[in-house]
């Protein structure tokens, strides 16, 4: 490897002693699914801490009554707590100030279930978000709705997705000003991605923008577009063959950031269609990307792309976290995220410049990150296409060193990003594919297998300085809860058998644990309950791509008696579908 394929790690000096963006809320609340514009998933409460920790027990649960993977978060406003449901879509509104927290309203919408059976990985929901006494959530279905807070009252409904073009919308929104900021999933039914931005007031679409395709559809203008890494026009239309980027995937399904200084929001880009590398050769921008837009009017100011001519399933949709980091003795506006390729990257948000890239898993399709050009340093063995046969130990494998919907918190007390990882690799074997309009385009088999050490996941704490782990809890499943840090120097997260945890920050040292009852594939948030007293609440609900991999976890369904996939047999033991709201407290 050539030393500028390696992290300028010398350059790097100090993360900064504060978050890149301040809170637009209160501490003691959770407003939006990051906790901040900065998607730091980080609170300044410090009531629970590392000395009280071991003292945590569960105060409140409740049964959403609905089986099936329980992404995303709750939201605390005011002395409310609000929690959205997979399919269906229920949103429940709960009482904090009364004994047993009461349910003040319910909101059932209309979703449709042809939803059910367009989505890829589950009926999942990733969350919502509050902003002007509106809950705003998207439906299955390809709706987005806002409900009024206080009375469970629809206030708009807007149909922003295409149901029978395999479009879904299961995405946490992004409220900024007054812009509802909206994608939708289908990059297994080859979509043409966008995203959307709606008025906040009435709901009215303002403006679409391609995530592929032609200039104009892409939003990118001349004057304003400033790739760092490429020149010229047309780059997201002549970087495919022909019209394939009609059907190139390129959703937006994961979460997003905001940087008021620069007006940008930041959200990364799935995957391209078909998985078959062959049938779409050229870089297929911008697939496996984080785009950066104006609000306001969706004008595409920069893009990356992590992983060009994506041979492997490689979406970009993992949280990007803002935070201000010293970089060569001054202070630069980054941007950091866990790409699913495994590696750790860290980019000026002003221009899309990569700092820094270092692998924080296993990774075997690329030697490294050339900093000169923003490229991998690709291994030529591990390319896959349908000619190829079938390329043996890719790691990581295709569910990502982290999944996408894990997303990492940000402590500025420590310096340190928390994640879950996932310790596998696999072999791709792809084939030949045709695109059948809202019917799956993928075009590969991809078997997993343990990697290194033979755990199947981890949950970290990473210095973005040096491009290093700092201390790792390893698991025996494959971890796909979301973290949470806070300033009591306490980290929090969920294992896919069950358990939540809390843990020193600084050391990792397993301060509680509590069986859930079901596995953890949400995102723990904290708040500060009418009390005064600081609470932590989860979702407990295995699903997502588990639903599809844990096999016999689903005892309402006679019918439903899979195996389980190979590298996790046993994990219906330990685990069944469920939907329970989870709060902890500290006890005496």
């Not at 939006?32 to 027990?57: E, V």
């Not at 509590?514 to 609440?537: E, H, M, R, W």
Request: charged share 20%; aromatic share 12%; glycine share 12%.
């Amino acid at each position: 490897m050539s030393a500028r394929t390696l992290p300028l790690l010398a350059l790097l000096a100090a993360v900064p002693a504060r978050p890149a963006v301040a809170q637009t809320a209160s501490d003691g609340e959770w407003t939006m699914p990051g906790k901040d514009y900065a998607s730091t998933r980080y609170s300044r409460l410090a009531r629970i801490t590392r000395d009280n920790g071991s003292r945590l027990r569960p105060v409140w649960t409740f049964s959403t009554g609905v089986l099936a993977g329980h992404q995303g978060q709750p939201l605390v406003v005011g002395n409310t707590m609000y929690v959205v449901t997979p399919w269906p879509n229920v949103l429940y509104a709960f009482d904090l100030t009364q004994e047993g927290y009461p349910l003040k309203w319910k909101y059932r919408p209309d979703v449709s279930p042809n939803a059910i059976g367009e989505s890829c990985c589950d009926v999942i929901n990733r969350g919502a978000f509050y902003a002007d006494g509106k809950i705003v959530y998207n439906l299955l279905d390809g709706h987005t709705v806002a409900v009024d807070a206080a009375s469970g009252r629809e206030v708009w409904k807007t149909q922003i997705a295409d149901l029978a073009a395999g479009e879904t919308t299961p995405m946490a929104p992004f409220v900024v000003k007054n812009r509802v900021i909206v994608g939708p999933s289908g990059g297994e039914f080859g979509i043409y991605g966008w995203v959307k931005g709606l008025d906040l007031e009435t709901g009215k679409v303002v403006w679409t923008a391609r995530n592929i395709g032609p200039d104009a559809d892409v939003l990118a203008r001349p004057g304003t577009f400033k790739p760092f890494y490429d020149q010229g026009a047309e780059l997201a239309k002549r970087s495919w063959p022909d019209s394939a980027y009609r059907t190139g995937g390129a959703p937006v399904w994961g979460w997003m950031s905001y940087d008021p200084e620069l007006d940008l929001v930041y959200y990364g880009v799935g995957n391209p269609s078909p998985y078959n590398a062959e049938q779409r050769p050229g870089d297929n921008k911008w697939t496996g990307s984080v785009l950066a837009r104006r609000p306001g009017d969706g004008a595409l100011v920069w893009a990356y792309q992590f992983t060009p001519h994506d041979n492997w399933d490689y979406d970009a949709v993992s949280s990007m976290v803002l935070a201000d980091v010293k970089i060569g003795g001054r202070v630069r506006k980054a941007l950091v995220t866990f790409n699913k390729n495994g590696f750790q990257y860290t980019l000026d948000r002003a221009t899309g410049e990569v700092l820094a890239a270092a692998p924080y898993v296993q990774v075997s399709w690329a030697r490294g990150i050339d900093l000169k050009t923003g490229r991998p340093v690709l291994d030529s063995t591990k390319l896959t296409g349908a000619s190829k046969g079938n390329v043996k130990d890719v790691c990581p494998s295709l569910e990502g060193g982290v999944s996408p919907a894990s997303p990492p918190a940000y402590s500025p007390r420590t310096g340190w990003f928390y994640t879950s990882t996932n310790n596998m690799c696999m072999d791709f074997a792809a084939t030949p594919a045709q695109h059948v309009r809202g019917t799956p385009y993928i075009g590969a088999g991809t078997p997993y297998h343990a990697g290194p050490g033979g755990h199947l996941g981890s949950f970290m704490a990473w210095d973005a300085s040096t491009g290093k782990k700092v201390w790792e809890n390893t698991e025996h499943f494959p971890n796909w809860s979301g973290a949470l840090v806070t300033a009591g120097d306490v980290a929090f997260y969920g294992t896919l058998d069950g358990w939540f945890k809390a843990v020193d920050a600084r050391t990792g040292k397993l301060l509680s644990k509590f069986k859930v009852g079901s596995g953890v594939v949400g995102n723990p948030i904290t708040y500060l309950g009418p009390d005064g007293k600081q609470y932590v609440a989860v979702y407990a609900g295995i699903g997502g791509d588990w639903f599809l991999l844990a096999g016999d976890v689903r005892s309402d369904d006679p019918a439903d008696v899979r195996p389980p996939s190979d590298p996790y047999k046993d994990i219906g033991r330990h685990t069944s579908q469920g939907g329970i709201v989870w709060i902890f407290g500290l006890g005496e």
